[in-house]
């Protein structure tokens, strides 16, 4: 069994910066990694995924102020946030889809909080 365990979510100002980490519980070939977040009465949303070979795809709305990337010496991949803005508030979800794309894992998420 896989998981995933997100950190560095919390609380900045419009204008701020966080990191958030998606520690995967060991190696495996992926189809795709990426983060997706979920706002208040909204539904879920990508924000970006890389795919092997560091082929990253990004939400217009994040275009040049997020940055995903992965180590995978450390089973991790970062999604550096900057300007942040209020309308990034929610909770963001790490997820893995193994190669062959049958297994799906989620992590449990981490909130993040953008205050003007």
């Known amino acids: 069994q896989v998981q995933l365990v997100e950190s560095g979510g919390g609380l900045v100002q419009a204008g701020g910066s966080l990191i958030l980490s998606c520690t995967v519980s060991?190696?495996?070939?992926?189809?795709?990694m990426g983060w997706y977040r979920q706002a208040p009465v909204k539904q879920r949303e990508l924000v970006a995924t890389i795919r092997p070979g560091d082929y990253t795809n990004y939400a217009d709305d994040v275009k040049g102020r997020f940055t995903l990337s992965r180590d995978g010496a450390k089973n991790a991949f970062d999604l550096q946030m900057t300007d942040l803005k209020p309308e990034d508030t929610g909770v963001y979800y790490c997820?893995?889809?193994?190669?062959?794309?049958?297994?799906?894992?989620w992590g449990q998420g981490t909130q993040v909080t953008v205050s003007s």
């Open positions: 060991r190696s495996i070939y992926f189809n795709k």
């Open positions: 997820n893995l889809v193994a190669w062959g794309g049958s297994d799906e894992y």
